[in-house]
Nanobody
C-alpha cells in the first residue's frame, strides 16, 4: 500500500514558479515509477511528467518541456515537480501517482495509487 500526499500548490502570476511535493508512505516508493498528472476544470485528466524508480529517466508532455522538472529523493520518500515560466493554461489540480509495474507510462491506467491533488492557479 502506498499513500501519497501532494503539497506546494497555490496562486501565482504568469511567469512565476512553484514547486510541488508528493510525500509517500509505504515501503514500495523507492521501487515505484512515479508520475504527475493534472486536471483543469471541465477537462480530462492529462499526463504531465513521469520518473523511473531511480530518477535516471524522465519524460514530459510536450507543453511543459523546458519549463517543468520532475525529480525524486528516495531517502525522503518524496517526489517533486518544479514548475517555471508558468502560464494560465497550467491552471489545474495536480495529482501525483505511483506505478508498481510500469515505468515511463503516460497512461493514468498504469498507475496504482493516487494522491488527493493540489490546486495550482496561474493568473494572467
Amino acid at each position: 500500500q502506498v499513500q501519497l500526499v501532494e503539497s506546494g500548490g497555490g496562486l501565482v502570476q504568469a511567469g512565476g514558479s512553484l514547486r510541488l511535493s508528493c510525500a509517500a508512505s509505504g515501503r514500495t516508493f523507492s521501487s515505484s515509477a512515479m508520475g504527475w498528472f493534472r486536471q483543469a476544470p471541465g477537462k480530462e485528466r492529462e499526463f504531465v511528467a513521469t520518473i523511473n524508480w531511480s530518477g535516471s529517466t524522465t519524460s514530459y508532455t510536450d507543453s511543459v518541456k523546458g519549463r517543468f522538472t520532475i525529480s525524486r529523493d528516495n531517502a525522503k520518500n518524496t517526489m517533486y515537480l518544479r514548475m517555471n515560466s508558468l502560464k494560465p493554461e497550467d491552471t489545474a489540480v495536480y495529482f501525483c501517482a505511483a506505478a508498481l509495474r510500469y515505468s515511463g507510462s503516460s497512461s493514468g491506467g498504469d498507475y496504482n495509487y493516487w494522491g488527493q491533488g493540489t490546486q495550482v492557479t496561474v493568473s494572467s
